[in-house]
């Protein structure tokens, strides 16, 4: 006795909606494979430092010397700094 399969078939009765595979930017974001959460990690920490790493930089350049240089306003470095504050 020989057995056939039907592929058509089978999708029928399993949905068939189980096999899409996002792509793209999609893969990443909806993905529960432990290789992209840590590639999402390292690209996360990396904008990260170097965000913080450039507000670092402007609240010493505007610390260097007394008075406004960088931020034109009180208010900006007040919100830009809230630990100096």
Known sequence: MTTTFDAHHEDADHGGDHAHHPTGWRRFVYSTNHKDIGSM?????????????????MMRAELMYPGLQVFKEPHTFNVSSPAMA
């Open 41 to 57: 990690y390292l690209i996360f920490a990396v904008i990260a430092g170097c965000i913080g790493g450039f507000f670092s930089m």
